[in-house]
Nanobody, 120 residues
Framework: QVQLVESGGGLVQPGGSLMLSCAAS????????MRWYRQVPGKERELVAA???????NYADFAKGRFTISRDDAQNTEYLRMNSLIPEDTAVYYC??????????????WGQGTQVTVSS
């Protein structure tokens, strides 16, 4: 009943930028924390950035100073702006959101993933 749809991935040259978007739709009563993760083959999924319902943010060390997470609660959408991209940022990026479909409890929902490739 809840779906997260990502967009914005693709191929970019080193030093370039991308903006990822993740839009939530369906039966949504409220959205809490929203996060971005990434995963490369053979490695565990790792947290990139998080933003609370109140707008507080935190970042993985590799993302600090280069990536910016934001949210638009009117659009039920979160964003990840990525600057100064390096080849090591190549991965599948997943959005995650804590969503309440009624007034009682939150569940974790995931997007389908979007490929980001940084290469010349």
């Amino acid at each position: 009943q809840v779906q997260l749809v990502e967009s914005g991935g693709g191929l970019v040259q080193p030093g370039g930028s991308l903006m990822l978007s993740c839009a939530a739709s369906g039966r949504i009563f409220a959205i809490g924390a929203m996060r971005w993760y990434r995963q490369v083959p053979g490695k565990e999924r790792e947290l990139v950035a998080a933003i609370s319902g109140g707008g507080s943010t935190n970042y993985a060390d590799f993302a600090k100073g280069r990536f910016t997470i934001s949210r638009d609660d009117a659009q039920n959408t979160e964003y990840l702006r990525m600057n100064s991209l390096i080849p090591e940022d190549t991965a599948v990026y997943y959005c995650n959101a804590q969503i309440a479909t009624d007034g009682t409890s939150y569940g974790a929902y995931w997007g389908q993933g979007t490929q980001v490739t940084v290469s010349s």
